[in-house]
T-cell receptor
Framework: GAVVSQHPSRVICKSGTSVKIECRSL??????MFWYRQFPKQSLMLMAT?????????EQGVEKDKFLINHASLTLSTLTVTSAHPEDSSFYIC???????????FGSGTRLTVV | DAKTTQPTSMDCAEGRAANLPCNHS???????VYWYRQIHSQGPQYIIH???NNETNEMASLIITEDRKSSTLILPHATLRDTAVYYC????????????FGKGTKLTVNP
């Protein structure tokens, strides 16, 4: 139980285009999901907290107009990287918590490459 | 969240116990110690957590000092598949509590 599915696992896009990443909780409902970014050889950096039915909360230094987060249902949060640039190339990971379980469950991550 | 400090890297021989230390001297009374690990190019995986008492599950054991200022994660019989970055995080158990990752310890299990 407590599975989080993230899609796509890999995506390559052209500079200036937008990319949407989906994060789904498959067997539980998640009112809160989290989005992280990870650059090579670095730790996970929290980008934002996604709240079902309300606006996301962004960490300091993360541009909310560039990284659009939508959490329209209790099982789905999306992160859209708008007007992507090569410096946005990174590993993006989502997580959620099943309130009936211990700990947070993470998706398998999305490798974004902007060319 | 309380800040945690961990060694940057450790090595362990396959089949031996791996003991990974973590300092969390500013941990507050309602914060748990969580351990996660991240195998290369995957999402982190929950391992174990504890508040005061030592804990054991099918993956590992967690030893927390009496003053709660430090802890040790023990993998009793490390395998090559345990090679990963291990993160120690202090956090409350609130459903919307965010997890903030430090740099973790890169554990390499050698044959």
């Amino acid at each position: 139980g407590a599975v989080v599915s993230q899609h796509p696992s890999r995506v390559i896009c052209k500079s200036g285009t937008s990319v949407k990443i989906e994060c789904r909780s498959l067997d539980f409902q998640a009112t809160t999901m989290f989005w992280y970014r990870q650059f090579p050889k670095q730790s996970l950096m929290l980008m934002a907290t996604s709240n079902e039915g309300s606006k996301a909360t962004y960490e300091q230094g993360v541009e909310k107009d560039k990284f659009l987060i939508n959490h329209a249902s209790l099982t789905l949060s999306t992160l859209t990287v708008t007007s992507a640039h090569p410096e946005d190339s990174s590993f993006y990971i989502c997580s959620a918590r099943d309130n009936g379980r211990i700990g947070y469950t993470f998706g398998s991550g999305t490798r974004l490459t902007v060319v | 969240d309380a800040k945690t400090t961990q060694p940057t890297s450790m090595d362990c021989a396959e089949g031996r116990a791996a003991n990974l230390p973590c300092n969390h001297s500013t941990i507050s009374g309602n914060e748990y110690v969580y351990w996660y690990r991240q195998i290369h190019s995957q999402g982190p995986q929950y391992i174990i957590h504890g508040l005061k008492n030592n804990e054991t599950n099918e993956m590992a054991s967690l030893i927390i000092t009496e003053d709660r200022k430090s802890s040790t994660l023990i993998l009793p019989h490390a395998t090559l598949r345990d090679t990963a970055v291990y993160y120690c995080i202090a956090s409350t158990q609130g459903g919307s509590e965010k997890l903030v990752f430090g740099k973790g310890t890169k554990l390499t299990v050698n044959p």
